[in-house]
């Protein structure tokens, strides 16, 4: 079969990667890609965007399915142009990728059929927002409605700091018409946990769990990023936490969705926070985890081309989802000044040491060709995945494979996984 794969990141070299796994498939095409996807896939100058062009693209040389990796293109109804062609596409239509696409719809959807998450309220009018917060207890989380590239959350310690919050989002407009609405909820506390999920409308499985590392810096400082780094699997998602989950998240809220009439085939990401009074919903997406998806797909032993095509035909009930009883560790490596400023167009060097080792894997966030070269070309340049018996093994070998690599500004976290020494 012939693969259309829509990105350009870490996630959709991991999707790249797995697709190439697969005997049946005999092309692979990325849309844009990167020159480390350039491996597996013929990289074709498409923006994700550009749904016509990429329909287009698809007829033309007879895909037999397209898998969208990013956000932006979901929430933009991408699936819905591919159906309408009569095109095999994986991901959810526009209706369902609102799961991700709308904090007040998510958290409406929560209230609604009783899944556990913070307590909030949304505003469309920032005076009735700040005047909620004068009686509101405080630290508290302000979140823009819509995509903000993971940057719509501020968490608030102080009255001050809050209003000064709605002033970014609603009148400053810093995220644009993310914060025409925006939800004010509880703070949280506890470990966070990713848990992926293949969905086909009415069945959900579930991945092995993931924990990600926002933050920029070291010990959780810094700037919020697109992610740091991961571990998969997470040691506090212990078997007590993902039974509560299975009863009281997963398929309550694949139920909800087909409910409301939006049912939900793709990729179900649900952000938790295993808080003391039991796990709570962060957030969900409507896609693959960047980084998750690099610790979670090479663990995967299913052919990942047979679990969409089954999601997409409504028979993911079948398939038995398998992964290897051994841990992965990702560690980012980016262009330092990350995510603020930074430079890029240096020279990398050492990706060839990958390809010789077993369990070890190199997958492109930021990177291009240039005179023959492949050379930085964004933040976030690099995920560095080890395999290893357990959490502890996984991380040293990661870590340890960072230092195979070099370029001019290379920046990383040094505690990715620091979490394993207290579980
Ligand atoms: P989100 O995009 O909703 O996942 O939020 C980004 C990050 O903000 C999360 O991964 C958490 O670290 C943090 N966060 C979001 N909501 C809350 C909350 N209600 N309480 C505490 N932290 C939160
Ligand atoms: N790693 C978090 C995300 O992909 O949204």
């Given at each position: 079969m012939k693969v259309l794969i829509v990105g350009s990141g870490g996630r959709e070299h991991a999707i790249a990667w797995a697709v190439a796994q697969s005997p049946r498939v005999e092309k692979i095409y990325c849309a844009p890609g990167n020159a480390g996807i350039a491996e597996y896939a013929e990289c074709v100058n498409i923006g994700a965007m550009e749904f016509d062009a990429l329909v287009a693209f698809a007829k033309e040389h007879d895909i037999d399915l397209t898998i969208i990796g990013m956000d932006d293109p979901l929430v933009g109804g991408v699936v819905d142009a591919f159906e309408a062609e009569g095109l095999r596409v994986f991901g959810p239509r526009k209706n369902a990728a609102i799961i991700e696409g709308s904090k007040a719809f998510s958290k409406d959807l929560m209230k609604k059929y009783n899944i556990p998450t913070a307590a909030y309220e949304t505003f469309t009018d920032p005076k009735e927002a700040i005047a909620y917060l004068e009686t509101a207890k405080m630290p508290i989380v302000l979140k823009a409605d819509g995509l903000a590239l993971g940057k719509g959350v501020l968490i608030c310690n102080t009255l001050e700091e809050a209003k000064e919050g709605v002033k970014t989002l609603m009148l400053d407009k810093q995220f644009g018409d993310a914060g025409d609405e925006i939800v004010i909820e509880e703070f949280m506390t506890g470990r966070e946990v990713s848990v992926l999920a293949f969905c086909d409308g009415k069945t959900i499985k579930c991945m092995t769990s993931a924990q990600d590392h926002k933050r920029a810096k070291d010990g959780d400082k810094g700037l919020n990023t697109?992610?740091?780094?991961?571990?998969?699997?997470?040691p506090f998602y212990t078997k007590e936490v993902e039974d509560f989950c299975e009863k009281h998240v997963y398929q309550p809220t694949i139920d909800a969705m087909a409910a409301e009439g939006r049912p939900f085939t793709g990729i179900l990401f649900t952000g938790l926070m295993l808080t003391e009074d039991g796990p709570k919903v962060l957030?969900?997406?409507a896609r693959f985890g960047d980084p998750e998806a690099q610790v979670v797909l090479p663990r995967m032993k299913n052919d990942i081309t047979e679990v969409m095509e089954a999601c997409i035909d409504g028979k993911l009930n079948d398939i038995n989802l398998e992964f290897e009883d051994n841990?992965?560790?990702?560690?980012?490596?980016a262009s330092d000044g990350y995510p603020e400023k930074y430079d890029k167009g240096f020279e990398i060097k050492g990706l060839d040491t990958f390809k010789e080792k077993e369990g070890y894997y190199v997958f492109h966030a930021g990177t291009k060709f240039h005179d023959g070269k492949i050379v930085t070309n964004g933040g976030r340049v690099l995920g560095v995945v080890a395999k290893g018996n357990d959490l502890k093994e996984?991380?040293?070998?990661?870590?340890?494979?960072?230092?195979?690599?070099?370029?001019?500004?290379?920046?990383?976290?040094n505690d990715i996984g620091k979490a394993i020494d207290e579980a």
């Open positions: 697109g992610g740091m780094g991961t571990f998969s699997p997470s957030e969900y997406n841990a992965a560790v990702c560690v980012v490596l996984a991380r040293a070998n990661a870590y340890k494979a960072t230092d195979w690599i070099d370029f001019e500004n290379k920046y990383k976290r």
